[in-house]
């Protein structure tokens, strides 16, 4: 894993996504996230910045998956030129659903500090939705907030003094800035509406000077008594958030689930490792016990050649008895027992 990391940091091009994906099954989150936060290209890049930034999703996927909840202090990380985060690269490619996949990794409590983190010129992460008209994302963003977070990210200015309800309508934007009114309560709208850049612009303004006659209709209405219609409509995105609350505790038991696999792999590993050590000292022994009965077969060969040797002598040694010899001065007979 590690020479991987430092390989796809050096190169430019995207991994062979199987091999990436074999080499994250067999990696605990813990050493993944340390990997990832320790090595770093010539700007201090990591792998998962580069790999949203280059747009590469797979990759940036494939390693959000195992991290959830334990990556907030790499998702905050920022790229040292633009001082972005990787959530904020995920909106500006587009990436609806690497954008839900790095809102759910982040912890909860952190979720909303990483929405409103800004660039070097002030923007956040909706601000750069609502500008390029990212409807679904905008709504993605909103979703996962609570009601008070929601008024108080569509509050933050750039250094322009814009918000994201400016960047829309400038842009004539009209579905994302709908989304944008209708995510807070109806009594809240009118202060966000009334809020002017350094050009003393407000969203109306700034639409009907670059002639977005849709948009200009959409703002002038929530001049007017508020519509059941908007009503209802908030109600929608409370029912979103509801669910996006749910999906992430689903999310969560998939990564603990996904952990466990994890660590029965690497316990089947051990195991394994274990059996291996076992056969090669069985291995070792086998070899020990043929040594030991071949040489156990050259002592047997040698007492049988002794044993032959013995007999030979004393088969001669009978032949010489039977010999008829001298007697001596009794009358016994002499042997001689040199032969």
Not at 148 to 177: C, D, F, M, P, W
Not at 252 to 269: D, F
Not at 304 to 321: G, H, S, V, W
């Amino acid at each position: 894993m590690e020479q991987w990391i430092r390989e796809y940091i050096r190169a430019s091009g995207a991994p062979d996504i199987i091999s990436l994906r074999a080499v994250l099954t067999t990696t605990p989150p813990d050493q993944l996230l340390q990997l990832m936060t320790t090595i770093r290209g010539n700007k201090s890049y990591t792998a998962l910045l580069l790999a949203i930034s280059r747009g590469h999703p797979q990759v940036a996927h494939l390693l959000l998956t195992p991290l959830r909840g334990i990556a907030d202090e790499l998702l905050f990380e920022k790229l040292e030129n633009y001082r972005r985060t990787a959530l904020y690269w995920a909106v500006e490619k587009g990436d609806s659903e690497l954008v839900e996949l790095l809102l759910h990794t982040v912890s909860s409590g952190k979720k909303y500090e990483l929405i409103v983190e800004k660039d070097r010129v002030g923007y956040t992460a909706l601000t750069e939705a609502a500008w390029k008209g990212y409807t679904e994302i905008v709504e993605i963003l909103l979703i996962s907030l609570s009601v008070e977070q929601r008024v108080s990210l569509l509050n933050i200015q750039t250094i322009s003094l814009e918000t994201a309800l400016h960047k829309a309508a400038y842009r004539g934007h009209t579905s994302a800035l709908q989304s944008m009114l209708t995510s807070v309560p109806p009594g809240r709208v009118s202060a966000l509406l009334s809020m002017k850049n350094d050009d003393s612009m407000t969203p109306l303004m700034e639409a009907e000077s670059e002639g977005r006659k849709e948009t200009v209709e959409l703002l002038k209405s929530w001049k007017q008594p508020v519509l059941a219609v908007h009503v209802a409509t908030f109600q929608r995105f409370a029912a979103l958030h509801e669910v996006d609350r749910r999906k992430t505790k689903e999310l969560t038991k998939l990564k603990e689930e996904l952990v466990e696999s994890q660590r029965q792999i690497v316990a089947l590993q051990e195991v394994d490792n274990h059996k291996t050590a076992e056969l090669a000292n069985q291995k070792e022994k086998l070899v020990e016990f043929q040594q030991q009965i071949v040489a156990l077969k050259a002592v047997n060969n040698q007492m049988t050649t002794d044993t032959a040797a013995i007999m030979e002598r004393l088969n001669r040694l009978d032949i010489y008895l039977r010999a008829p010899t001298d007697t001596d001065e009794t009358g016994d007979q002499l042997h001689d027992l040199q032969g």
